[in-house]
């Protein structure tokens, strides 16, 4: 089988998109991954073949001339995800023709393949994997994007539904616009609902990297969702720092990271989190920046303190107590599937909602911001550290990590999209 693989230039996009790609090739498949320039050399180390889309830097965009806030979070939105839609799907059609895959796998953002879905042309299978929440509509009424549990009363409910109408105006409603009158341009119908929930609910497979249990109650799921579990880590591209085989094993391990995106401003969680721990002797403290310069953190690193610029979370997550985080998916789910109980602080990005699940699944502590003070970040540490209902729920999300042979799932997902699809052509025809 040939495979077709469309990802967001964006590390924590490329990797999941790398390990399916991994899968597929050890099985036999012919795979192509298209992607920016910039991820060539990843891509054909992880021995796979490689061919460029320019979207000129999207993915990377930043907008500096405005607050936090739904306004910026928007303009960043369109600019990173929505805007190199046409360029991203005139690069599939032509793929299309030269390689003639029989599928495509892409991941949730890559917004290239809406153009496929919503038009009436031939098309192979197209499954997407999700790289972040499952961001359905909610049937409580609550907004996707504002980090809400689900609602416990009616009157919670109400309420839900005033901040759903504030955020559908500010973010939701303009966004689908922006991608309604892109694809108008390209000549294709409006998508049938909001953006997030058209990405999830269009593909012929859309694929959930988690359990169930790290997941609201949705009601009726969509037919095309299947959740997998956590997908099989890459090889790691680091080693082991010698500092890490070498260190105190009575000291319990905390390991600090702001992701390989929102990570431009260490003063937000890794510097304080070092200087919230500063004095505990009892525990050694990790710290990656990311792909960062070291130097970038500011002020003298204390005693207890370790960082490099990049980590194998895999290899030392099994000998962590605690994960302090701005929310990235992908690490949180490392994390939860290694029974690693978590503080979350960070509200960019997807980064609410993912912090809210950690607070609402009994894993971990919520913090519910972008830059925490040192005295609270300190005191959700220690509480997460002291109490044992944290790494016993962890470890129960763990268990159910276990129980999903994720490589199987996505294999076993491509295949029936693809003979799906091949059995409603021979209907039509």
Do not use: C
Request: glycine fraction near 8%.
């Amino acid at each position: 089988m040939k495979v077709l693989i469309a990802a967001t230039a964006l590390t924590g996009h490329i990797n999941p998109l790398l390990a399916v790609g991994r899968l597929l090739a050890a099985r036999g498949d012919t795979v192509v991954v298209t992607t920016a320039e910039a991820f060539r050399e990843k891509i054909e180390a992880a021995g796979l073949r490689f061919s460029p889309i320019d979207d000129g830097h999207a993915a990377e965009y930043r907008e500096t001339s405005l607050p936090a806030g739904p306004e910026r979070y928007r303009r960043e939105f369109e600019r990173r995800f929505i805007d190199p839609m046409p360029v991203q799907a005139e690069a599939l059609r032509s793929l299309i023709a030269v390689e003639r895959p029989d599928v495509i796998v892409a991941g949730s953002l890559f917004l290239g393949v809406l153009p496929l879905l919503l038009g009436s042309g031939p098309r192979p299978p197209i499954v997407v994997l999700n790289v972040s929440f499952l961001f359905l509509d909610r049937p409580d009424d609550a907004p996707v994007g504002l980090g809400l549990p689900p609602a416990r009363s009616a009157d919670e409910r109400a309420h839900y539904a005033l901040l759903k109408a504030g955020m559908d105006a500010a973010f939701v409603d303009p966004v689908r616009a922006y991608a309604d009158a892109q694809l108008a341009r390209l000549g294709l119908p409006p998508l049938p609902a909001s953006l997030p929930h058209s990405i999830a609910v269009l593909p012929d497979l859309f694929l959930q990297p988690t359990v169930p249990d790290f997941e609201y109650d949705f009601g009726t799921l969509p037919p095309n969702l299947r959740f997998i579990g956590l997908l099989p880590a890459l090889s790691a591209e680091v080693a082991l720092p010698d500092w890490w085989q070498a260190r105190d094993r009575a000291k319990r391990v905390v390991l600090v990271t702001q992701g390989t995106l929102a990570n431009a401003d260490f003063g937000e969680l890794v510097e304080p989190t070092l200087a919230a721990l500063a004095d505990r002797d009892d525990l050694l403290v990790v710290a990656t920046t990311g792909g960062r310069p070291v130097e970038a953190l500011r002020g003298p690193l204390p005693a207890n303190a370790r960082v490099a610029p990049f980590l194998p979370f895999d290899a030392m997550l099994p000998e962590v107590s605690l994960l302090v985080t701005n929310g990235g998916y992908g690490s949180v789910s490392q994390a939860l599937a290694a029974g690693v109980p978590i503080v979350s602080a960070g509200l960019t990005e997807d980064k609410a909602e993912i912090g809210a699940r950690i607070g609402w699944s009994g894993a971990g502590f919520n913090l519910a911001t972008n830059a925490p003070a040192i005295p609270a970040l300190r005191e959700a540490i220690e509480t997460v550290l002291a109490q044992p209902r944290y790494r016993a729920r962890a470890a129960s999300l763990a268990r159910s990590f276990a129980e999903r042979d994720a490589g199987s799932a996505v294999l076993a997902g491509i295949d029936d999209a693809v003979r799906t699809r091949s059995s409603l052509r021979g209907i039509a025809a």
